[in-house]
Structure formats: structure tokens, C-alpha cells
């Protein structure tokens, strides 16, 4: 009895320092949706001020490898990102080629969600690995959060 109790409480005192822990090491398909849907409320709320927050790593739009990423449909320019803010989503591609960033700006739905399979390094760097990212349109703009399948 006394163990489970010093288990239970090095356990707690383990995960209130370090969230991500008692979280798992990486975003979820659940978390990733509900990062979205907010993003969502706060774009539609004030564009602007919500890019500012997507691009402060201190702004709440941040959760381990999960982030805010929107571009303009227009000139296909990143305005908010974990890594490649200013970037023509248009010119890239993954490692196996695919042209991700046109497709995520030639699908990107006002009122739906719609899911964009491709490789993509994690935000701490690596080799890049199978990323789900679920994008809609707001307005003149495409954003999305995605989540690693590994």
C-alpha cells in the first residue's frame, strides 16, 4: 500500500513539471482537430491578432509537435508557422516528391476539413516521417494543424 502510494505520488510530481509527459511525447489526431478548431474561432474572431499567435511560440497555438500553420490562397506565402514563415507553400514538396503545399492550397474548403497525407520532419528536425495535416479555408487563407503518424 505504502509503495503504490510513493509511486502514485513521484508520478504526479513527474507529470505537473512536464505536462507533455502525462500528454505523451507527441500530439494526437484529437489534439491536432481541437487545435484547429480553435485557430478557427480565433481567425474568424480577428485574423490578424490570431497570426500573431499562431507565430509566438508563448501565444497558446503551440503543443509539443503540434502548431498553427495558415498561407494565403493567393500568393501561396506562409503567414504563420512553426519553421518556414514567408515560404511559398507552393514550391514545396516531401522527400518523395509530392507537391503538398498545392494540394493543401488547391483543396482547402471554406467550411470543411479536409486531410493531407505527406512526409515532414518534426518541428525539432529529423528525418522527415508521415504527416496527417487537417486544413480548411478561412476567408483568403489555408490553415491546418497536422499530427505524426510515428
Same mark, same amino acid.
Given at each position: 500500500?505504502?509503495?503504490?502510494?510513493?509511486?502514485?505520488?513521484?508520478?504526479?510530481?513527474?507529470?505537473?513539471?512536464?505536462?507533455?509527459?502525462?500528454?505523451? %511525447?507527441?500530439?494526437? %489526431?484529437?489534439?491536432? !482537430?481541437?487545435?484547429?478548431?480553435?485557430?478557427?474561432? %480565433?481567425?474568424?474572431?480577428?485574423?490578424?491578432?490570431?497570426?500573431?499567435?499562431?507565430?509566438?511560440?508563448?501565444?497558446?497555438?503551440?503543443?509539443?509537435?503540434?502548431?498553427?500553420?495558415?498561407?494565403?490562397?493567393?500568393?501561396?506565402?506562409?503567414?504563420?508557422?512553426?519553421?518556414?514563415?514567408? !515560404?511559398?507553400?507552393? !514550391?514545396?514538396?516531401?522527400?518523395?516528391?509530392?507537391?503538398?503545399? !498545392?494540394?493543401?492550397?488547391?483543396?482547402?474548403? %471554406?467550411?470543411?476539413?479536409?486531410?493531407?497525407?505527406?512526409?515532414?520532419?518534426?518541428?525539432?528536425?529529423?528525418?522527415?516521417?508521415?504527416?496527417?495535416?487537417?486544413?480548411?479555408?478561412?476567408?483568403?487563407?489555408?490553415?491546418?494543424?497536422?499530427?505524426?503518424?510515428?
Amino acid at each position: 500500500m505504502r509503495t503504490q502510494i510513493f509511486a502514485t505520488a513521484i508520478a504526479s510530481l513527474l507529470f505537473a513539471g512536464n505536462p507533455s509527459l502525462a500528454a505523451g %511525447e507527441h500530439g494526437t %489526431e484529437a489534439e491536432a !482537430t481541437a487545435l484547429l478548431d480553435r485557430a478557427i474561432v %480565433e481567425v474568424k474572431a480577428d485574423a490578424e491578432a490570431a497570426i500573431a499567435k499562431f507565430n509566438d511560440p508563448k501565444g497558446g497555438f503551440r503543443d509539443r509537435d503540434l502548431y498553427v500553420f495558415c498561407a494565403n490562397i493567393g500568393d501561396g506565402k506562409t503567414v504563420a508557422h512553426a519553421n518556414i514563415v514567408g !515560404t511559398d507553400l507552393r !514550391t514545396l514538396k516531401d522527400k518523395n516528391d509530392k507537391p503538398f503545399g !498545392t494540394e493543401m492550397l488547391d483543396k482547402a474548403t %471554406e467550411g470543411a476539413i479536409t486531410e493531407i497525407t505527406y512526409m515532414w520532419p518534426r518541428p525539432e528536425g529529423g528525418e522527415p516521417v508521415e504527416k496527417i495535416s487537417r486544413i480548411t479555408r478561412l476567408g483568403d487563407r489555408m490553415c491546418g494543424v497536422g499530427y505524426y503518424k510515428e
